[in-house]
DNA sequence: TTTAGGG
DNA sequence: CCCTAAA
């Protein structure tokens, strides 16, 4: 176990599969983002005019100018272009760094007949994947032109006053293969799952270090995004905060200068898009492979974007509530400001817009709708016909749903006095999936418990929470063997080590008395049980 | 999904 | 409670 902890996360270039193992459930998700949210639909045409502005630059530099990264400065705002240093082939081992601004780029087998674009590049084929990694598939009609994508939703990542390099920006997918499509599920019992870094994860983790190793810290890789993996976030964690502050902090100054006209200064720190891949002919040149990426990152902001608010892991819904009413201003706790940038149409070929570009601003006194403004939708040209995919976005407040983390950018950020700094590790993802809270076992529960496990043994704890917690959704079976564990420890130490609420020593004695029936029981009954589970106890003896 | 164990 | 290998 220590072994397998250390490789997930430091590098081990022995271990690495050669092939991901395909997840057992690819849950489609649609998109959730509800039609009447259209007055946040913004566009980006500003950051997205930088952007490609930057990366037109580079369109006949060499590929190796590409490594490194970029940050535009706009009106005192930045915008940081992460570049990969990692060849394009990397992803053949389905272990693309996630720190690429705009894509990964796929190479792949060129099976279909080239279209040509406006500009010349010939793509076969280009794939896009959605915010929910189902890939969709690009292809140039016959016109020339390329369809319109359903969704796409990508990161703004807003940090404040953030002078540090060190930046990872926002998240994006972790979906590099397309066979990896996959949405955590809800387990039965209500509890939200979770989902376990699938060796899928792990190999593309081990290759990212190894491809970085020699500059982990510059490009440490962006959290696992929400399909992939849920991560905790320690919001008040003080004391993970001073390993982090390197990676995602401002200086102590901001509180100061926001005060002075009551404005919660936040700049872009980065923003990515989703992953995508495109196929490429072998013969196309770099240049073209380079205007190709381009065409789809600028493609992806020239469609209609939703913007949606999320601070500590709570999707804001009421757009009238002010910012300090929602908790976004300079002397609060806010440590958990994210947005969703989720363009509901994509369309190629792209347009540019590279005029101005708007500091954001936020205000306190005023509505989060009206500041989040990047640039308001223009008309876009849309090719195609808005069969945007946009649904249900509904959740619950405090739901710490997949829906709510999906694309959630933490910042860490002010908290009077001492940052609230997320782990790093933790902060630079969009899953915002807190530690449940704590909720100590009662006597009663205990009692149902030991009960339970008197009858049923210690290893069917789904069976223990049908039969005892069934109607305790944030009770898991997991929990329950958890707590039998404590129960044993417990009724193994003296009361004077005992914390918590007492139990009473006459449940303790039944523990004990259950745990070593079970324990000596466990495999001879095991046939039995399977066959007359009901009737199976714990003698007392 | 469950189980089993380490953290 | 979390994390995760293994079944």
């Not at 490609?52 to 630059?57: E, F």
């Not at 796929?106 to 674009?117: E, F, H, I, Q, R």
């Not at 706790?333 to 708007?358: H, I, V």
Request: proline share 5%.
């Amino acid at each position: 176990m220590v072994l397998q902890k250390r490789l997930d996360y430091g590098f081990n270039g022995y271990q690495v599969p050669p092939t991901p193992r395909a997840p057992r459930s690819a849950r489609k998700r649609v998109s959730s983002w509800k039609k009447n949210e259209d007055k946040n639909r913004m566009c980006a045409f500003d950051l997205l005019a930088t952007v490609a502005g930057k990366l037109l630059l580079e369109v006949d530099d060499s590929v190796n100018k590409l490594n490194h990264e970029e940050v535009i400065t706009i009106n005192g705002s930045a915008i940081k272009v992460e570049n990969d240093s990692s060849k394009p082939n990397v992803c053949d081992q389905g272990s693309c760094n996630k720190s690429f601004f705009a894509s990964e780029i796929m190479k792949a087998p060129v099976t279909d007949n080239c279209s040509g674009l406006a500009s010349g590049i010939t793509v076969s084929e280009c794939k896009i994947e959605d915010a929910y990694h189902e890939q969709i598939k690009i292809k140039p009609p016959d016109n020339g032109k390329l369809p319109v994508v359903n969704s796409v939703d990508c990161n703004l990542n807003l940090v404040i006053r953030d002078d540090d390099e060190n930046s990872y920006g926002g998240t994006r997918p972790d979906a590099r293969n397309n066979k990896t499509i996959r949405a955590p599920p809800r387990m039965g019992d209500g509890r939200i799952r979770r989902l376990s870094a699938s060796k899928q994860w792990r190999i593309s983790h081990h290759t990212d270090v190894y491809r970085n190793k020699n500059n982990c810290y510059k490009y440490q890789r962006p959290l696992r995004d929400y399909p992939f993996k849920k991560r905790r976030l320690y919001q008040f964690d003080n004391h993970s905060n001073s390993v982090n502050k390197s990676g995602f902090v401002e200086d102590g100054s901001r509180l100061d200068a926001a005060s002075q006209d009551s404005h919660v200064k936040l700049k872009i720190k980065s923003f990515r898009v989703p992953e995508f891949f495109i196929e490429i002919p072998e013969t196309a040149t770099i240049s073209s492979l380079k205007r190709t990426v381009m065409e789809a990152v600028t493609a992806i902001f020239s469609g209609e974007l939703h913007v949606g608010v999320m601070l500590q892991g709570k999707r804001i819904r009421d757009d009238n509530k002010t910012l300090s009413q929602t908790g976004i201003c300079h002397d609060n706790k806010l440590d958990a400001l994210g947005f969703t940038l989720e363009p509901n149409k994509l369309q190629f070929p792209s347009f540019l817009c590279p005029e101005n570009q708007s500091l954001i601003r936020y205000s306190p006194h005023q509505t989060v709708a009206n500041e989040v403004v990047i640039q308001q939708q223009a008309d876009s040209p849309m090719i195609d016909t808005r069969n945007a995919t946009e649904s249900d976005h509904e959740m619950v407040e405090n739901d710490k749903s997949d829906l709510d983390s999906r694309a959630l950018v933490t910042v860490p950020g002010i908290d009077s006095g001492e940052l609230a700094v997320v782990p790093i590790r933790k902060a630079k993802g969009a899953e915002v999936a807190q530690r449940r809270i704590r909720r100590p076992f009662s006597v009663s529960e205990v009692e149902a418990l030991v009960e339970a496990v008197e009858k049923l043994g210690t290893g069917r704890w789904r069976d223990v929470k049908l039969r005892a917690f069934d109607d305790a959704k944030h009770r898991t079976y997991v929990d329950l063997k958890d707590k039998w564990k404590t129960l044993v420890h417990t009724a193994k130490i003296s009361p004077q080590q005992r914390r918590g609420e007492p139990v009473p020593q006459e449940l303790l004695d039944r523990v004990l008395i259950a745990h070593g029936y079970w324990s000596h029981h466990q495999a001879k009954n095991q046939f039995k049980l399977n066959h007359q589970p009901e009737t199976q106890i714990c003698r007392l003896f």
